[in-house]
DNA sequence: CATGAATGAGTATTCATTCAT
DNA sequence: AATGAATGAATACTCATTCAT
């Protein structure tokens, strides 16, 4: 077992989390482009030339970032890792509160967005998001196919086709252009009853 | 009949739609704020103090842009612009046809998911965007309604509701995260499970 | 007798002085440096290429302002067209009127004090304020000297270089920089009480 | 003792010194506007960035530059630092010097012109220049006074009236604008007579 | 580990001036 | 006599990054 790198001090450590933590702020602030670096390490107590002791240039701060966010930011909040035994009604929680958080903190899902789009000329966000996104695909796939074995879910349904499509309705959804009024209020329902078994 | 302010001429017309042209290129390559004036004017063959006689700032033009965008770019190559007369067919080549696009052109995409974002802090950006949407929700709503006319679609689905779901179908879409292969591919004809009627 | 130009119309005559009284207002508003052609033509209802027209270059609209801002706004505003036979009142009226005046217009003050400075490497310029202060100096002078005659001036005093003196005491006084509160206001006094009679 | 901040060291002091000095130069060159950053760096062996690292913006160097003036420029040469023990020497001095000196370095008595009028938009400058001014007043009021004690001086005069026009005096001097040849050389003389007690 | 100092390469924007028509 | 179009040359300011200490 060769040890390339001295394990960090928990002082180390410590500041390493203080970055991201001030990173993601900031970034949720301004944007992934619009953030500052200066301004980061200073939120954090720190100079820049320290902050680029710990992440040699911004890119390498941006992937903790995401790390952090998807780690942090992405799961308890939605909902997605409570045990459902109604897949649909765990559906609709997550749409639900995707809306109310989007509406609450845009700059959380600009940051998301603007990272997902930075993923396609960077290796590494890119296996980040894939990974998270497949994740994601699986647990919703898995909801469907119980609603399935319940009877709660139409049978006819593709789970692997109707989660990409679902997951597609949650990514366009956090952008909240500007609609006609009305008809968002109506989509957690619209979804159950484009997803369930007539009978219900 | 006099004319003693002359209107603008041909020739400042022609040059107004190679910036705005140059401009489009320039943030499909590099994205909204990643795109350079000095680029822009140079690829229309002009100087920058002149970019700035007919666009005042870089925002000027970005709203023009957008303006150039909607009405050039998302009618004709989406097939918006076609008489339809089965909903569900023109929605499924909308989907085909925007996940094609996407892969083609994924800057005009981002450039669009980037003004969407902008469009929060620049009423001007807003009121074009909430425009094209608005249009386009009621296309889609539109092309719903006569399918539950034709018997083709679900008499049970909310035609805005479903609107605004397909919207946001369509807007994840446009990101193509990373997902799953396969599943995608599947993803125009689950749409049509979703909606058609079932005995179709 | 030659005539080299053509007398211009009436029309160009009244345009030359709307642009010179434009020029004015835009330098007592924002300097000589600060104030723009643009704003200056377009103040005079004008495009900047017809004010190019009249003034090939600013300095040349720097100059007919000057020659302007002499002829109509320092003699009759400071009481310098009237005939006064008491020197001593004539004094002090000027004193107290530039310094009410300084404090309505301080741009006005500005102008001037910059085309003073400017006239250090501009003949046209250099000539014009040499040829007002001759002038403004003969009047002083010609006061302290009627004073002395009167028995009201002291008779011991140089009259030209008196009036230097007060020249100096004039501009200075425009300049208006922060001083201790009071003194100010005895400054009309005190001048009389330097210059007059004992007896008196 | 440990220091964990560690306080500018001495290169970074010469540096700022070395800016302070160029900017100096090159506002007495040409003026408080027409100075260019890129210059003031160039001359101080620089980048602009660096500048820009010791004063964020042209403004905070312009006080600098002020402080130091007023600090560096304004005492010894004008031999207001000496102890006088005859006031109306001393004034006689100060004005003498003050010619030379404003015949020497005319960009000098620009520059301090200029700060003069900008002051009365920036507070920090407004404050340098209250201050300087003030000294400067109590300064030429002590002569005064002194010269009253000492029978020299005019016992009638209001000492802080008196040099409130002195102050008036010298600012209207140092702009030296074109006036008729002579009077100028009296004019150290006449202010003598005009302040000394006529047996003197 | 940490930082003060320094910088290369931009960045949008400005403005008096010119010229073909 | 007038102007729409065009521009050269600048201008202050920015920001991620580097490096000696």
């Known amino acids: 077992m060769s040890v390339k790198r001295a394990k960090p001090g928990p002082r ?19 944007g992934l482009e619009g953030a500052r670096t200066r301004d980061i390490a200073a939120e954090a107590g720190i100079t820049i030339a320290t902050l680029h002791y710990y992440f040699p240039t911004k890119d390498d701060l941006v992937r903790a970032v995401l790390e952090h966010t998807i780690r942090q930011q992405m799961l308890a909040p939605l909902g997605l890792d409570t045990d459902w035994d109604d897949g649909l009604a765990a559906l609709r929680t997550l749409v639900t509160g995707l809306m109310r958080h989007a509406d609450a903190e845009p700059g959380h899902f600009r940051l998301l967005n603007e990272m997902i789009w930075a993923s396609r000329e960077d290796p590494a966000l890119r296996e980040m998001i894939a990974a998270w996104h497949t994740d994601w695909h699986a647990t919703v796939a898995g909801w469907l196919r119980g609603g399935q074995e319940d009877g709660r879910v139409r049978a006819d349904l593709d789970p692997e086709a109707t989660a990409t499509l679902i997951i597609y309705v949650v990514l366009g959804l956090v952008t909240r252009p500007p609609l006609p009024d009305g008809a968002e209020d109506r989509l957690g329902a619209e979804l159950h009853r484009l997803l369930a078994t007539v009978e219900e």
């Not at 450590?13 to 991201?20: D, S």
């Open 12 to 30: 180390a450590e410590e500041r390493r989390e203080r970055l991201i933590a001030a990173g993601y702020r900031a970034m949720v602030r301004s």
